[in-house]
């Protein structure tokens, strides 16, 4: 199983999401989890490195929902560690 950590501003935007939003994410998370297992991503989940942050990853959710991501240092042997760096609408990527 990963492990993840969110940034401030992850926790911030997340607060600002309506119950449906947050719901939505939990849904495309548990997908996000499943592939991270199998080391490719489904089409649906759109994800993909954003070309203005190396390093950082986008993650696509219900139509115009972004979240961004990085990996992080392992923290259990052999999982992933995940750090949750914003969530939200397009807008977000001018500060991933």
């Known amino acids: 199983m990963p492990t993840y950590e969110a940034t401030p501003r992850f926790t911030a935007d997340h607060r600002r999401l309506t119950p449906a939003q947050r719901r939505r994410f939990r849904q495309a998370v548990t997908a996000f989890i499943d592939d991270l297992h199998t080391g490719?991503?489904?089409?649906s989940l759109r994800v993909k490195g954003l070309r203005s942050a190396p390093?950082?990853?986008?993650?696509t959710?219900?139509?115009?929902?972004?979240?961004?991501?990085s990996y992080g240092p392992?923290?259990?042997?052999?999982?992933?560690?995940?750090i949750w760096r914003r969530i939200?609408?397009?807008a977000i990527l001018t500060g991933p």
Request: negative net charge; glycine residues 16%.
């Open 61 to 69: 959710w219900d139509g115009d929902g972004r979240a961004t991501w």
């Open 74 to 82: 392992e923290i259990v042997r052999g999982a992933p560690h995940i």
């Open 88 to 90: 939200g609408t397009h």
């Open 55 to 59: 390093g950082v990853f986008e993650l």
């Open 40 to 43: 490719t991503f489904r089409a």
